[in-house]
C-alpha cells in the first residue's frame, strides 16, 4: 500500500482548501479526496503503520502519480500531530501556509465563531471581536505559529519542511505553486487554472428575514402547508431571503489588527528566528 509523501499542515484560515482543489489539477499529485477529513488529529489510535490501513486506504486510487499527499488546516496547531506523523512516516515533506495570524484570528472568527451579528454587534464590530478573540483560545492558538511549529522543526530535518506565506497565494499564485512543486518533485512548470476562488466569505446578519428563512426550513404542520402553496416559488424567496442576511466581510481593521498583534508580538519574532522568514510586515500592521 502507497503512502502519502507530502502533507500541508495547515495554517487554519490560510487558503488550504484553494491549495487543496489547485494541487488536484497537476497530473503527478494526487491528494486524500475528502479535505477535512484530518484522520490524523481525529483518530487518536492511529500511531503506528498497522493502526493506518484506514488512513492509507485513502491513497488507494492513485496510480502513476509521482506525488501523494493530504491538505489539512489543522495539523499544524493538532495536540500530537508532529509526533504522530514522524512516527507514521518520517521521511516525509512538510508544507505549512502561514497568514498573518490577526487577519487568520478574524477570518476564523468570522467563520466559524458567530455565524449571525446582530445590527447592533454590527455597530460596535471592533469590540464584539476583541471579546471573543480574548474569550476563546480556540481562536487565539491556532496563529501561534512559532509554538506549533517547533513540534515539527524539533522532530524533522529542515530540508523536510516548507514554510510558505499567505501573502505569496494572494499576490503571487504562480510564484508560490512552483515553488510547493518543486519542494514535492514534481513538474514545476505546470500551469493551474486559477480562475475559480474558493470559500470567499460574507458576514451573516441576524435580522427579520431570518425569521423568514427558518420558517421555510421548519417542519411545522401549518407552516408546511404555506410552504407547499408557495412551492413553486419558494427557492426564489429562499435565494432573497438569504442574500438580505449577508453583506460582504467588512476589513479587519487597524485598531483591532493592533491589538491582536499585542498578544501575537513575542511569538513573531520567535518565528522569525526559528525559520528565517521576514515578517517584519506583520509587525507592522501591513495588510496582506
Same mark, same amino acid.
Given at each position: 500500500?502507497?503512502?502519502?509523501?507530502?502533507?500541508?499542515?495547515?495554517?487554519?484560515?490560510?487558503?488550504?482548501?484553494?491549495?487543496?482543489?489547485?494541487?488536484?489539477?497537476?497530473?503527478?499529485?494526487?491528494?486524500?479526496?475528502?479535505?477535512?477529513?484530518?484522520?490524523?488529529?481525529?483518530?487518536?489510535?492511529?500511531?503506528?503503520?498497522?493502526?493506518?490501513?484506514?488512513?492509507?486506504?485513502?491513497?488507494?486510487?492513485?496510480?502513476?502519480?509521482?506525488?501523494?499527499?493530504?491538505?489539512?488546516?489543522?495539523?499544524?496547531?493538532?495536540?500530537?500531530?508532529?509526533?504522530?506523523?514522524?512516527?507514521?512516516?518520517?521521511?516525509?515533506?512538510?508544507?505549512?501556509?502561514?497568514?498573518?495570524?490577526?487577519?487568520?484570528?478574524?477570518?476564523?472568527?468570522?467563520?466559524?465563531?458567530?455565524?449571525?451579528?446582530?445590527?447592533?454587534?454590527?455597530?460596535?464590530?471592533? %469590540?464584539?471581536?476583541?471579546? *471573543?478573540?480574548?474569550? +476563546? /483560545? =480556540?481562536?487565539?492558538? @491556532?496563529?501561534?505559529? !512559532?509554538?506549533?511549529?517547533?513540534?515539527?522543526?524539533?522532530?524533522?530535518?529542515?530540508?523536510?519542511?516548507?514554510?510558505?506565506?499567505?501573502?505569496?497565494?494572494?499576490?503571487?499564485?504562480?510564484?508560490?505553486?512552483?515553488?510547493?512543486?518543486?519542494?514535492?518533485?514534481?513538474?514545476?512548470?505546470?500551469?493551474?487554472?486559477?480562475?475559480?476562488?474558493?470559500?470567499?466569505?460574507?458576514?451573516?446578519?441576524?435580522?427579520?428575514?431570518?425569521?423568514?428563512?427558518?420558517?421555510?426550513?421548519?417542519?411545522?404542520?401549518?407552516?408546511?402547508?404555506?410552504?407547499?402553496?408557495?412551492?413553486?416559488?419558494?427557492? %426564489?424567496?429562499?435565494?432573497? *431571503?438569504?442574500?438580505? +442576511? /449577508? =453583506?460582504?466581510?467588512? @476589513?479587519?481593521?487597524? !485598531?483591532?489588527?493592533?491589538?491582536?498583534?499585542?498578544?501575537?508580538?513575542?511569538?513573531?519574532?520567535?518565528?522569525?528566528?526559528?525559520?528565517?522568514?521576514?515578517?517584519?510586515?506583520?509587525?507592522?500592521?501591513?495588510?496582506?
Amino acid at each position: 500500500m502507497r503512502h502519502p509523501n507530502f502533507i500541508v499542515v495547515g495554517a487554519h484560515k490560510a487558503a488550504t482548501t484553494s491549495i487543496h482543489n489547485y494541487l488536484k489539477q497537476h497530473p503527478d499529485i494526487y491528494l486524500i479526496s475528502n479535505k477535512g477529513s484530518d484522520r490524523l488529529s481525529r483518530k487518536p489510535y492511529i500511531n503506528s503503520l498497522e493502526d493506518a490501513g484506514e488512513y492509507l486506504a485513502q491513497f488507494e486510487g492513485a496510480t502513476t502519480q509521482k506525488a501523494l499527499g493530504e491538505v489539512s488546516s489543522v495539523y499544524l496547531h493538532g495536540d500530537g500531530v508532529a509526533t504522530k506523523i514522524k512516527n507514521l512516516f518520517p521521511d516525509i515533506k512538510i508544507i505549512a501556509v502561514l497568514r498573518n495570524p490577526a487577519e487568520r484570528a478574524y477570518s476564523h472568527i468570522l467563520w466559524a465563531g458567530k455565524k449571525n451579528f446582530t445590527l447592533k454587534e454590527i455597530k460596535d464590530f471592533d %469590540s464584539v471581536i476583541l471579546s *471573543i478573540f480574548s474569550a +476563546q /483560545e =480556540k481562536f487565539r492558538q @491556532p496563529g501561534l505559529y !512559532y509554538q506549533n511549529l517547533k513540534g515539527y522543526f524539533d522532530k524533522f530535518d529542515r530540508e523536510q519542511i516548507k514554510v510558505l506565506l499567505y501573502d505569496d497565494i494572494v499576490h503571487e499564485k504562480q510564484k508560490f505553486f512552483k515553488e510547493i512543486l518543486a519542494f514535492i518533485n514534481v513538474d514545476s512548470t505546470f500551469n493551474f487554472d486559477f480562475q475559480e476562488h474558493y470559500h470567499k466569505g460574507t458576514l451573516k446578519i441576524d435580522n427579520s428575514s431570518r425569521k423568514a428563512l427558518q420558517i421555510i426550513n421548519s417542519r411545522n404542520n401549518i407552516k408546511n402547508a404555506l410552504k407547499f402553496i408557495l412551492r413553486p416559488i419558494l427557492p %426564489s424567496i429562499k435565494t432573497f *431571503i438569504e442574500k438580505k +442576511q /449577508e =453583506k460582504p466581510l467588512p @476589513p479587519l481593521s487597524e !485598531y483591532v489588527r493592533t491589538e491582536m498583534l499585542k498578544f501575537y508580538r513575542d511569538d513573531i519574532i520567535q518565528l522569525q528566528e526559528l525559520t528565517g522568514l521576514n515578517c517584519s510586515h506583520w509587525l507592522n500592521g501591513k495588510p496582506t
